[in-house]
């Protein structure tokens, strides 16, 4: 696996910023989360003066094998069916991006059909879908850098656009299946409490989906140390094309010192595993918001964070970080447009 410089943000400059928050014209710690949040980024971002220019979304479309074992309510076809959608704008996630300023970006990394006749969508594809990894890895080696090199290669483009926000999100039937034995993993949780109802699965539909994760996660654990095995091997072997790319953007985000914006249950299912690749990506990441998918509550709280809303949402797409996204604004035109005591003639009483 290609090696990321990821250390976390420089801590000298944290002083002058809690200084500036402090000194801007209102009672000291009245704007509460907006001012850890203007201090997150500021850190991200080295300045005391935060821009979020030319906002970023990537959307990673993949399929999986896992999706053949009926583990999701939605059928395969969905996956290419949304994806030609969003080209004519049509998604929740389209619906976002216009509303909030977002240059969205489709990308085909595995998607099990032939979107070639459609140039809005990038053409990334890896194969048409990952293996099924009931019977062994969802991908190959070279398949898992592929897809980390997509991500990488997205986040470049962006950063060159000069943004200074990237929200992720993901369009992949059965894709809740990789996340929660992902969650379990790496979470040292019991697979049953990492596993929902994805799409809409009713209860006989979960415990099918349960019973099919148990015997993947026993296949694994029967050929492979687990608690020796590095988290590449991991996510290799459960992980989908889109999610992967999901990580290696989130990965290369942190490198380039540029806020990341992470979704519901899946795209923070992809933090943990890069978590588990880098510890210190998550000081780069703000979490949207706490999806409605069970699990998610307890995923959060592995990453000992918090999310900015809690709407009960459970779309994916990465619409939820976007949702988020005018929180995040009001943090940084917070620390640019208010003015100081000072500059106010107003007396500073603290």
Same mark, same amino acid.
């Given at each position: 696996?290609?090696?990321?410089?990821?250390?976390?943000?420089?801590?000298?400059?944290?002083?002058?910023?809690?200084?500036?928050?402090?000194?801007?014209?209102?009672?000291?710690?009245?704007?509460?989360?907006?001012?850890?949040?203007?201090?997150?980024?500021?850190?991200?971002?080295?300045?005391? #003066?935060?821009?979020? $220019?030319? /906002?970023?979304?990537?959307?990673? =479309? @993949?399929?999986? *094998?896992?999706?053949?074992? !009926?583990?999701?309510?939605?059928?395969?076809?969905?996956?290419?069916?949304?994806?030609?959608?969003?080209?004519?704008?049509?998604?929740?996630?389209?619906?976002?991006?216009?509303?909030?300023?977002?240059?969205?970006?489709?990308?085909?990394?595995?998607?099990?059909?032939?979107?070639?006749?459609?140039?809005?969508?990038?053409?990334?594809?890896?194969?048409?879908?990952?293996?099924?990894?009931?019977?062994?890895?969802?991908?190959?080696?070279?398949?898992?850098?592929?897809?980390?090199?997509?991500?990488?290669?997205?986040?470049?483009?962006?950063?060159?656009?000069?943004?200074?926000?990237?929200?992720?999100?993901?369009?992949?039937?059965?894709?809740?299946?990789?996340?929660?034995?992902?969650? #379990?993993?790496?979470? $040292?949780? /019991?697979?049953?409490?990492?596993? =929902? @109802?994805?799409? *809409?699965?009713?209860?006989? !539909?979960?415990?099918?989906?349960?019973?099919?994760?148990?015997?993947?996660?026993?296949?694994?654990?029967?050929?492979?140390?687990?608690?020796?095995?590095?988290?590449?091997?991991?996510?290799?072997?459960?992980?989908?094309?889109?999610?992967?790319?999901?990580?290696?953007?989130?990965?290369?985000?942190?490198?380039?010192?540029?806020?990341?914006?992470?979704?519901?249950?899946?795209?923070?299912?992809?933090?943990?595993?890069?978590?588990?690749?880098?510890?210190?990506?998550?000081?780069?990441?703000?979490?949207?918001?706490?999806?409605?998918?069970?699990?998610?509550?307890?995923?959060?709280?592995?990453?000992?964070?918090?999310?900015?809303?809690?709407?009960?949402?459970?779309?994916?797409?990465?619409?939820?970080?976007?949702?988020?996204?005018?929180?995040?604004?009001?943090? @940084?035109?917070?620390?640019?447009?208010?003015?100081?005591?000072?500059?106010?003639?107003?007396?500073?009483?603290?």
């Amino acid at each position: 696996m290609r090696k990321f410089d990821i250390k976390a943000p420089d801590k000298e400059i944290q002083k002058d910023i809690q200084r500036k928050i402090d000194n801007l014209n209102k009672p000291k710690g009245s704007l509460g989360r907006l001012e850890s949040l203007a201090l997150q980024i500021c850190l991200i971002q080295q300045t005391l #003066s935060p821009r979020l $220019n030319h /906002p970023c979304h990537l959307l990673f =479309g @993949a399929d999986h *094998g896992i999706e053949r074992e !009926g583990v999701s309510v939605s059928p395969r076809e969905v996956t290419w069916q949304q994806m030609i959608n969003f080209t004519k704008g049509g998604g929740g996630v389209n619906m976002f991006c216009r509303q909030h300023g977002f240059k969205l970006y489709i990308v085909d990394v595995g998607v099990d059909h032939d979107l070639s006749a459609f140039p809005q969508i990038r053409n990334c594809k890896i194969a048409n879908g990952t293996d099924n990894f009931l019977y062994g890895e969802a991908m190959s080696e070279s398949q898992f850098e592929r897809a980390l090199d997509v991500g990488v290669q997205l986040v470049d483009e962006c950063c060159a656009y000069g943004c200074g926000i990237i929200s992720i999100g993901e369009m992949g039937i059965a894709n809740t299946s990789p996340s929660s034995i992902l969650m #379990s993993v790496f979470g $040292n949780v /019991p697979l049953d409490e990492c596993i =929902g @109802a994805g799409a *809409g699965l009713d209860n006989t !539909g979960i415990m099918h989906k349960k019973k099919v994760l148990v015997a993947a996660l026993n296949n694994f654990q029967s050929t492979h140390d687990v608690a020796n095995c590095g988290a590449e091997t991991i996510i290799r072997y459960f992980g989908g094309f889109e999610m992967v790319s999901a990580i290696g953007a989130m990965l290369r985000a942190a490198e380039q010192h540029t806020i990341i914006l992470v979704d519901g249950f899946i795209m923070t299912a992809c933090a943990l595993a890069a978590s588990r690749l880098y510890s210190d990506i998550t000081e780069y990441m703000i979490f949207g918001h706490l999806g409605d998918e069970s699990g998610h509550k307890k995923l959060l709280e592995l990453l000992n964070v918090k999310p900015l809303l809690s709407l009960g949402l459970k779309l994916g797409e990465g619409t939820g970080a976007l949702c988020a996204f005018p929180i995040v604004d009001s943090a @940084a035109r917070m620390m640019n447009e208010m003015n100081s005591f000072e500059n106010a003639k107003i007396t500073k009483y603290f």
